[in-house]
């Protein structure tokens, strides 16, 4: 989920409506303090289609922090077709987590690219861009990647 809200926090003060998800209470107080503008939601990313305080369809959804990793094992498909039902057409998906040891509090990576972007195929959404940061770096097969996916057909 959205943690602090670090990222949510940042967008809004670039002037983006932003709503921010997470299923433990203190990390949502600690957002909530430090960003009152932003709509904090206390759930589950799975259950994000059943909230009643969440009618809004979105035109980017970003998952940064390991969101997908840490999630329930099992549970990661499930999540990521909750996102995709929740994106206007021709919004993004932008996930950026870890694929190795160094680079996730896990002793080891729980999937890998082929599982996530076959989750994300099954959801609707298609790759459209991979990067190896945050800042855009061209991504070469190391253990980190930032992917985004668009709903419905690609875009060119």
């Known amino acids: 989920g959205c943690g602090t809200g670090r990222v949510a926090i940042r967008l809004a003060e670039q002037g983006h409506s932003c709503t921010g998800i997470d299923n433990d209470a203190s990390m949502l107080t600690e957002?909530?303090?430090?960003?009152?503008?932003?709509?904090?939601?206390l759930a589950d990313l799975v259950d994000m289609n059943t909230l009643a305080?969440?009618?809004?369809?979105?035109?980017l959804?970003?998952?940064?922090?390991n969101v997908v990793p840490l999630l329930?094992?099992?549970?990661?498909?499930?999540?990521?077709a909750a996102i995709a039902q929740r994106l206007v057409p021709g919004g993004l998906l932008v996930?950026?987590?870890?694929?190795?040891?160094?680079h996730l509090p896990l002793p080891a990576a729980p999937f890998g690219l082929a599982d996530y972007d076959r989750?994300?195929?099954t959801a609707g959404l298609t790759l459209d861009q991979r990067y190896a940061t945050w800042d855009g770096d061209v991504y070469?097969?190391?253990?980190?990647?930032?992917s985004v996916h668009r709903a419905g057909p690609v875009v060119h």
């Open 31 to 41: 957002a909530q303090a430090a960003g009152p503008d932003v709509t904090w939601l």
């Open 53 to 59: 305080d969440l009618a809004e369809f979105f035109d």
């Open 61 to 65: 959804v970003v998952a940064a922090g």
């Open 72 to 80: 329930a094992p099992g549970t990661e498909a499930l999540v990521v």
């Open 95 to 102: 996930a950026g987590f870890g694929l190795d040891r160094d």
């Open 119 to 121: 989750w994300c195929a």
């Open 140 to 146: 070469d097969g190391g253990g980190y990647a930032v």
